[in-house]
């Protein structure tokens, strides 16, 4: 066969003019940005001075070998306590710990994680120049997990701020940082997820991505490619301690709103509500007959809070804040608690079909969030044998019950047998509090309502479960 070569060194030139500028795109040079940023962002280690208290040796195992695999909190024999002090035991030893830091303003603030800096005796910063100076913190915030510090210096190396709401997924994302000790490591991916919430962590809406985070990386900056800081790197889900590709950054919005209160004041105000929100299923969206899941179910409001104050009630689903809108439960303390404190913010809510408009002004989150009455437990004193109802022991509470769980209505679930309290997930020890928004107060009241709902249709279901209220689709059979 005959190849035309003048055509065929056409092609070639063709295909590569085609497809080189758009794999050249796909790839895009961080060179320019790491040489920007990267004298802006700082080393953080912190010494804590602490007596030892261990032993010399472990079943005649020498301290040296154990100090080498354990440093200095190796572990004691079984049962044999502390030993006594051996010589030079009453001097102090300090512990070190590696994080990561970025300079905000030429005067010296610096942010940095909550957890780098925590119980810090002493907090150096290494600049970029292999300077060192020692900090202060100027204020420090567990929930947000960030920390303002202040070295005394001018005309520092500063980052510029972004935007996480101009964030989009897919996005590429870069980070600077120490990871186990390593300085100025760079690493880069793209923007997984945003608005993650994580376990004890209501009030931060993380971004995800797949940028290399370690050890030593916490506190550091992610950047986008415009070269701003639109994130800090807090934290990393893993099984095995190291990097598997997913990793949380705290919101540049967060960080400098907790910043500038530790500035004005010291410390941090979060608006509250006073809710307990879960997330809208698409069952549980069936059952409020809805069109599809969105938005925060309220599936308990404290008393005497705004929410309470303002008429919001269990089975209400908070759809926006100010016009903002909630597609997720997660996305609604964030929201809540960013508001200025005495603020009135408009609430769009959905309830038993309805849309609502609400005014509710914002309270400050009680330090101790204790709401709930921490006294509530399982188990009663009840003796009643009750009603076996849809599969399930129905039993009235006692009036010691109702006071212990704070509640003045509902039913105790005993056995649970097949049927449709099984199938919608109620267990033994749960408490019924609404069917169908209606209050349980008598086992025949509950039985009489449901004689009266439609069959093989998901109705909400509203129950009290340890310390929480949550809902349930419910399909009467």
Same mark, same amino acid.
């Given at each position: 066969?005959? !190849?035309?070569?003048?055509?065929?060194?056409?092609?070639?030139?063709?295909?590569?003019?085609?497809?080189?500028?758009?794999?050249?795109?796909?790839?895009?040079?961080?060179?320019?940005?790491?040489?920007?940023?990267?004298?802006?962002?700082?080393?953080?280690?912190?010494?804590?001075?602490?007596?030892?208290?261990?032993?010399?040796?472990?079943?005649? !195992?020498?301290?040296?070998?154990?100090?080498?695999?354990?440093?200095?909190?190796?572990?004691?024999?079984?049962?044999?306590? /502390?030993?006594?002090?051996?010589?030079?035991?009453?001097?102090?030893? /300090?512990?070190?710990?590696?994080?990561?830091?970025?300079? @905000?303003?030429?005067?010296?603030?610096?942010?940095?994680?909550?957890?780098?800096?925590?119980?810090?005796?002493?907090?150096?910063?290494?600049?970029? $120049? =292999?300077?060192? +100076?020692?900090?202060?913190?100027?204020?420090?915030?567990?929930?947000?997990?960030?920390?303002? +510090?202040?070295?005394?210096?001018?005309?520092?190396? *500063?980052?510029?701020?972004?935007?996480?709401?101009?964030?989009?997924?897919?996005?590429?994302?870069?980070?600077? #940082?120490?990871?186990?000790?390593?300085?100025?490591?760079? *690493?880069?991916?793209?923007?997984?997820?945003?608005? =993650?919430?994580?376990? $004890?962590?209501?009030?931060?809406?993380?971004?995800?991505?797949?940028?290399?985070?370690?050890?030593?990386?916490?506190?550091?900056?992610?950047?986008?490619?415009?070269?701003?800081?639109?994130? @800090?790197?807090?934290?990393?889900?893993?099984?095995?301690?190291?990097?598997?590709?997913?990793?949380?950054? @705290?919101?540049?919005?967060?960080?400098?709103?907790?910043?500038?209160?530790?500035?004005?004041?010291?410390?941090?105000?979060?608006?509250?509500?006073?809710?307990?929100?879960?997330?809208?299923?698409?069952?549980?969206?069936?059952?409020?007959?809805? $069109?599809?899941?969105?938005?925060?179910?309220?599936? /308990?409001?404290?008393?005497?809070?705004?929410?309470?104050?303002?008429?919001?009630?269990?089975?209400?689903?908070?759809?926006?804040?100010?016009?903002?809108?909630?597609?997720?439960?997660?996305?609604?303390?964030?929201?809540?608690?960013?508001?200025?404190? #005495?603020?009135?913010?408009?609430?769009?809510?959905?309830?038993?079909?309805?849309?609502?408009?609400?005014?509710?002004?914002?309270?400050?989150?009680?330090?101790?969030?204790? *709401?709930?009455?921490?006294?509530?437990?399982? #188990?009663?004193?009840?003796?009643?044998? #009750?009603?076996? !109802?849809?599969?399930?022991?129905?039993?009235? +509470?006692?009036?010691?019950?109702?006071?212990?769980?704070?509640?003045?209505?509902? +039913?105790?679930?005993?056995?649970?047998?097949?049927?449709?309290?099984?199938?919608?997930?109620?267990?033994?020890?749960? !408490?019924?509090? /609404?069917?169908?928004?209606?209050?349980?107060? *008598?086992?025949?009241?509950?039985?009489?309502?449901?004689?009266?709902?439609?069959?093989?249709?998901?109705?909400?279901? =509203?129950?009290?479960?340890?310390?929480?209220?949550?809902?349930?689709?419910?399909?009467?059979?």
């Amino acid at each position: 066969m005959l !190849i035309n070569k003048p055509f065929y060194m056409f092609v070639m030139l063709f295909s590569w003019l085609w497809f080189a500028p758009v794999a050249q795109a796909q790839l895009p040079d961080f060179v320019p940005l790491v040489e920007k940023n990267a004298p802006a962002v700082v080393n953080i280690s912190t010494a804590s001075k602490v007596k030892p208290q261990r032993r010399a040796d472990f079943n005649g !195992i020498p301290e040296e070998l154990l100090r080498r695999f354990f440093g200095d909190n190796f572990p004691m024999p079984p049962g044999q306590g /502390e030993a006594p002090h051996r010589r030079g035991d009453d001097s102090k030893k /300090e512990m070190q710990s590696l994080g990561t830091g970025f300079i @905000i303003s030429a005067d010296g603030y610096i942010i940095t994680n909550h957890h780098v800096i925590v119980d810090a005796d002493e907090i150096t910063v290494r600049f970029s $120049d =292999r300077k060192e +100076l020692m900090a202060k913190v100027i204020g420090s915030d567990e929930r947000t997990d960030i920390a303002l +510090l202040k070295v005394e210096a001018k005309g520092l190396p *500063t980052v510029k701020l972004g935007q996480t709401s101009k964030l989009k997924v897919g996005e590429w994302v870069l980070a600077i #940082g120490s990871p186990f000790g390593f300085e100025a490591t760079v *690493t880069q991916g793209i923007v997984s997820a945003k608005e =993650r919430t994580l376990p $004890d962590d209501t009030y931060v809406p993380f971004i995800q991505s797949d940028v290399a985070i370690n050890p030593g990386n916490s506190g550091g900056p992610l950047f986008n490619l415009a070269g701003e800081v639109v994130g @800090i790197n807090s934290q990393i889900y893993s099984r095995s301690g190291g990097f598997m590709g997913l990793s949380f950054s @705290i919101p540049i919005e967060v960080a400098m709103n907790t910043v500038d209160q530790l500035k004005r004041t010291g410390k941090v105000t979060r608006g509250y509500l006073g809710v307990n929100v879960q997330e809208v299923t698409s069952e549980l969206s069936e059952s409020f007959g809805m $069109d599809k899941p969105k938005g925060a179910l309220v599936a /308990e409001v404290f008393p005497d809070t705004p929410a309470a104050k303002a008429g919001i009630k269990a089975g209400d689903i908070i759809l926006s804040v100010n016009g903002r809108e909630v597609n997720k439960s997660g996305s609604l303390p964030p929201v809540i608690g960013m508001t200025p404190v #005495g603020q009135p913010v408009d609430i769009k809510l959905l309830r038993q079909g309805r849309l609502m408009n609400m005014t509710v002004v914002i309270d400050a989150l009680p330090d101790d969030q204790k *709401t709930v009455k921490n006294n509530r437990r399982g #188990g009663s004193k009840e003796q009643s044998v #009750g009603k076996i !109802i849809e599969g399930a022991q129905l039993m009235l +509470l006692d009036e010691a019950s109702k006071q212990r769980l704070g509640i003045d209505f509902g +039913l105790r679930v005993g056995a649970v047998d097949e049927g449709a309290f099984s199938q919608a997930g109620v267990r033994e020890g749960d !408490i019924l509090l /609404e069917l169908n928004y209606v209050r349980l107060d *008598t086992v025949e009241s509950a039985q009489s309502l449901l004689r009266k709902l439609p069959k093989g249709q998901k109705i909400p279901m =509203r129950i009290l479960r340890g310390n929480r209220a949550i809902f349930l689709p419910i399909v009467i059979q």
